[in-house]
């Protein structure tokens, strides 16, 4: 791991910018599992699917389906 070090110097007004290679923010999941959302439906409900291993959101769970119509 390489360590770097930045210096200011508070007499002069400067502007620093930093910054670093990396993932750019979190995962989606703590998991590491994935999202699959190509099929997503209006007001889709996400589910794991423990068969195909992914997060889904598609018209299988919506807050129509899970309220037998009613509102959510």
């Known amino acids: 791991m390489s360590k770097n070090t930045v210096t200011v110097d508070e007499s002069v007004n400067s502007v620093v910018n930093v910054t670093t290679a990396g993932p750019q923010g979190p995962s989606f999941a703590l998991s ?29 769970w919506t807050t129509s389906t899970l309220t037998d119509g009613g509102n959510f």
């Open 32 to 60: 590491t599992k994935t999202m699959l959302d190509t099929n997503r439906v209006d007001k889709s409900i996400i589910y794991y699917d423990s068969a195909a291993g992914y997060y889904k959101a598609d018209s299988t």
